[in-house]
């Protein structure tokens, strides 16, 4: 986050200051492309009228680094870039404190088109808060005011839609594999399944042998991963999401005929 989100300021003609780090490799590096200086743990050196600190920390070390932080840029506006932290949890350091949180998974390699990431953001003030967003229009895509409340369900929803929906891919890979299938065969089926939740609501496409009632299917299916337990109870407590989630929102998909040949 600190990596991608830097050099996107950057490029952005918002200059970084500075880059503080625990290990001060890690800071130095950053702040060499980024044009800035570099401390480690030194919070004294922090500039005390800086326009906007931004903790691209780790979510069980934000508490800590607000803390030693605090005494030390006592008018200074800081955010957090967490989508799983409350934005209260900086209240009890600084007077200005908000969430700059862009949603999307990021790794110091990849570079992600900023254009397309949607950034959530909150303050304690409405004046810093038109701050964010001014910033976060010139960072990345749309913008949203996301409150605490709101960004923990979001948070929660992103899990499910990346972290969860990427190990089903993952297992589906290693299923394929004990047979010597390439994984590609599925890539299509997984576009189409993507295109068809983002252009309708996903309970409205469901598919599959779950929603069909298809119990020799699912039996068979259950046989199968006898020598994977884990992935077998994940089966099943899926399929029964899929069926109980059906009944208790009385969604009722309408399914064209040939839904019943596909997977």
Not at 120 to 133: H, I, K, P
Not at 167 to 183: D, I, K, N, R, Y
């Amino acid at each position: 986050m600190a990596t991608q989100l830097g050099k996107r300021l950057v490029e952005q003609g918002m200059p970084v200051a500075q880059v503080l780090s625990r290990n001060i490799e890690h800071a130095s590096k950053l702040a060499l492309a980024l044009g800035a200086d570099s401390y480690s743990d030194q919070w004294s050196g922090v500039l005390p009228d800086a326009g906007w600190i931004i903790l691209a920390v780790s979510d069980d070390a934000i508490n800590d680094v607000a803390a030693a932080l605090s005494p030390h840029v006592p008018e200074v506006l800081v955010t957090h870039t967490s989508g799983a932290t409350p934005g209260a949890v900086l209240k009890p350091f600084f007077k200005r404190y908000g969430v700059f949180y862009p949603l999307q998974s990021f790794s110091e390699e990849h570079t992600p088109d900023w254009s397309a990431v949607p950034f959530c953001v909150d303050a304690s003030t409405e004046t810093d808060l038109l701050f964010l967003e001014k910033k976060a229009e010139r960072v990345g895509g749309k913008v949203y005011r996301v409150n605490d409340e709101q960004r923990a369900v979001l948070h929660l929803g992103a899990v499910f839609a990346n972290n969860f929906a990427n190990h089903c891919f993952a297992v589906a890979h290693e299923l394929l594999e004990t047979q010597g299938l390439p994984f590609e065969l599925l890539h299509p089926l997984m576009r189409a399944t993507l295109d068809k939740a983002l252009a309708h609501p996903p309970a409205e496409v469901q598919t599959g042998p779950a929603l069909r009632g298809d119990k020799d299917t699912i039996d068979r299916h259950i046989q199968l991963l006898e020598v994977h337990p884990l992935w077998q109870e994940m089966y099943r407590l899926m399929s029964e999401g899929i069926v109980t989630g059906f009944l208790n929102n009385s969604v009722t998909p309408e399914l064209p005929p040939n839904n019943r040949s596909q997977p």
